[in-house]
Structure formats: C-alpha cells, structure tokens
C-alpha cells in the first residue's frame, strides 16, 4: 500500500512536468511551421494526451474487460469538458475560435451521437443486451476519417497575425526533442498513477466499473487536466481547448473504434442510460455555452463542476 502511495506521488510529479514541457514546445512547433496553435492542439496534443486511454483500452480487450474499455471512454469524455474546461474556465475566461464553434464541436457531437446510438441496442432494437461489435467499430473509424479529412484542409489556413508576432520558446530541434520527452513523461505518469490507484482501489474492494469510470477514467485524463491547466495559465486558450475537443474525437475514434475493429465485440457490458446522457450533452452543452459569445467563463466553468460533481455524486452513490 505505501509503496502505491510513494508511485501515485511520482507518477503525478512527473506528469505535471511533463505537460509544462509539452505546452511550451506544442507552442513552439505551431509557431515554428507556422501553423494554427489550435490545429497543434487538435492533433499533437490531442493524440499525446490521449496515449494513456489508448494504452488501457488495447490492455484492456486483451484481458476481455469490456467495462473498463467503455468506461474509461466515456469517464474521459466527461471529465474533459465538465470537469478539464470547468477548471480552465475557472482559472481564465476562455476564447473558443470561430473554426471550433462551427466544425470541431459539430464533429464532436456528431461522432458522440453515434456512439451514444450504437450503444443503445436495448433502447433502440429491444434486443436481451447492448453490445458493440467489429462492424460498429468499422463505423466509428470511418466517421473519425471525417475529423482527419477536416485537418488536412485545416493545414492549408495561414498562422493568425497574433500569432506571427510571437517569438517561439524553442527552435525547431528543441521544439521536436521537448515535445517527444513532454509525450513520453505523460503517458508513464498516468501510468504510474493509474497503476497505483486502481492497486488501493481493489485493496479496497472497489468494484470494475467503478475503478474505469473514476479512477482509470480520472488517470488517463491527467495528461489532458494537467496539460490544459499549464495552458490556460500560460495563456495558450487555443492548446487548452483544442485538446480537450481533440482528445474527445481521438478517444472515441481510436481509444474505442480502433481496438474494435482489430480485437471484435464488446458485449453485455454495464454501462447505463444515464453515462450515455451525461456523455451526450457534453459537447451539446460546450457547444451552447460557445455559441454565445465565443467564450467560456467563470460562470460557465462552475456549471460544469456542479454537472460534473452530481454525475460523479451518482456514480460513487449507485455503488
């Protein structure tokens, strides 16, 4: 147990410095290309701070627990908006670009719904269980080739005029070795605390479900949390948003659609109604707040920590 504690420590210290080399350094890369931090953020970021989630879902369908698969997914999903852009959102009013509120949260919400709708065969077949199969994973990927397809038309928009003023921290080199170092130390931070969690937590007779939605669900998602902390407070709104929208659509395209594909079905699993709604309104709900006024502020932070504490208030009460 105590040797738990003295990794859960670690794992956290090393996550937090490695997210402050990766922001600076994704700051750096756009700069340097001169391309969109946001786009950066979109891709890069995304997928660094997504390894974890992939890492645990591919162990995951090996050992055959479908559960943590689904709700390491979905608990992502939810704490990056609710929990991730409410803490950002606390910390600094945040400004969502144009692009966002009109192409990436529609995908966004897009690819949610159909994931919501593939895994509501009860609701919507009357069938004995819900299940996902290889074909749904199929599906899945080829939505995600929509978002893939939207990036590669995004690398042809020119650096903003912000942008163009500001001096990159790190050439090139410096840029390319602090981003893979800034990777590396993410995903075996998170590793390190998730191993270590999920450890006391089964010490403590909690229940596989309940370890994926909070625990593993709460690890992987460190890199994102942390990384998007570092983000906001350095003033880097772009990178800050644009990894949590980037990490939804990697998550569900490839944490889940692509270990489908290649492993097969997910069957019977115990994720309910009410993860799926909380996972619904997610981005329908960033989107709203977005639309407005192209921000999101203290007030709109704070809701989503109070939508967060009572769907997690309801998780740790049904068990």
Same mark, same amino acid.
Request: aromatic letters at 10%.
């Given at each position: #147990?105590?040797?738990?504690?003295?990794?859960?420590?670690?794992?956290?210290?090393?996550? $937090?410095?490695?997210?402050?080399?990766?922001?600076? /350094?994704?700051? /750096?890369?756009?700069?340097?290309?001169? %391309?969109s931090k946001m786009l950066i953020a979109l891709t890069i970021v995304?997928?660094?701070? /997504?390894?974890?989630?992939?890492?645990?879902?591919? *162990?995951?369908?090996?050992?055959?627990?479908?559960?943590?698969?689904?709700?390491?997914?979905?608990?992502?999903?939810?704490?990056?908006?609710?929990?991730?852009?409410?803490?950002?959102?606390?910390?600094?009013?945040?400004?969502?670009?144009?692009?966002?509120?009109? *192409?990436?949260?529609?995908?966004?919400?897009?690819?949610?719904?159909?994931?919501?709708? %593939? #895994?509501?065969?009860?609701?919507?077949? +009357?069938?004995? !269980?819900?299940?996902?199969?290889?074909?749904?994973?199929?599906?899945?990927?080829?939505?995600?080739?929509?978002?893939? &397809? !939207?990036?590669?038309?995004?690398?042809?928009?020119?650096?903003?005029?912000?942008?163009?003023?500001?001096?990159? *921290? &790190?050439?090139?080199?410096?840029?390319?070795?602090?981003t893979i170092i800034g990777i590396v130390c993410l995903v075996l931070?998170?590793?390190?605390?998730?191993?270590?969690?999920?450890?006391?937590?089964?010490?403590?007779?909690? /229940?596989?479900? #309940?370890?994926?939605?909070?625990?593993?669900?709460?690890?992987?998602?460190?890199? =994102?949390?942390?990384?998007?902390?570092?983000?906001?407070?350095?003033? =880097? !709104?772009?990178?800050?948003?644009?990894?949590?929208?980037?990490? +939804?659509?990697?998550?569900?395209?490839? $944490?889940?659609? %692509?270990?489908?594909?290649?492993?097969? +079905?997910?069957?019977?699993?115990?994720? +309910?109604?009410?993860?799926?709604?909380?996972?619904?309104?997610?981005?329908?709900? %960033? &989107?709203?707040?977005?639309?407005?006024? &192209?921000?999101?502020?203290?007030?709109?932070?704070?809701?989503?920590?109070?939508?967060?504490?009572?769907?997690?208030?309801?998780?740790?009460?049904?068990?």
């Open positions: #147990m105590l040797i738990n504690v003295i990794i859960l420590v670690i794992g956290f210290i090393v996550l $937090v410095k490695g997210a402050d080399w990766f922001v600076d /350094s994704a700051s /750096s890369l756009a700069l340097n290309f001169h %391309l995304a997928f660094g701070t /997504s390894a974890p989630e992939l890492a645990v879902s591919i *162990k995951s369908f090996i050992v055959n627990s479908g559960d943590i698969v689904l709700g390491n997914v979905i608990g992502s999903n939810i704490l990056n908006i609710f929990l991730i852009l409410g803490i950002c959102s606390c910390i600094h009013t945040l400004t969502v670009k144009n692009a966002t509120v009109k *192409k990436e949260l529609p995908i966004t919400i897009l690819i949610t719904t159909l994931i919501v709708v %593939l #895994m509501s065969d009860k609701l919507l077949s +009357n069938t004995i !269980y819900n299940s996902l199969t290889r074909s749904d994973g199929i599906i899945i990927l080829l939505f995600f080739l929509v978002f893939i &397809y !939207y990036l590669f038309s995004s690398m042809r928009n020119k650096i903003s005029d912000d942008d163009e003023k500001e001096i990159p *921290k &790190y050439g090139i080199l410096k840029s390319i070795i602090f931070g998170s590793s390190a605390v998730v191993d270590s969690a999920s450890s006391i937590a089964k010490i403590l007779g909690i /229940s596989e479900k #309940m370890i994926s939605l909070t625990i593993i669900a709460l690890g992987t998602s460190l890199p =994102e949390l942390v990384t998007s902390s570092i983000a906001t407070k350095k003033g =880097e !709104y772009d990178i800050a948003i644009g990894n949590v929208v980037g990490s +939804n659509i990697f998550n569900m395209g490839i $944490v889940l659609g %692509l270990p489908l594909m290649l492993f097969g +079905n997910i069957s019977n699993f115990t994720i +309910n109604n009410i993860d799926l709604i909380t996972l619904f309104i997610a981005p329908i709900l %960033l &989107y709203i707040f977005s639309f407005r006024d &192209y921000k999101l502020s203290k007030k709109e932070g704070i809701t989503f920590l109070i939508i967060f504490l009572i769907y997690y208030s309801y998780v740790i009460i049904g068990f």
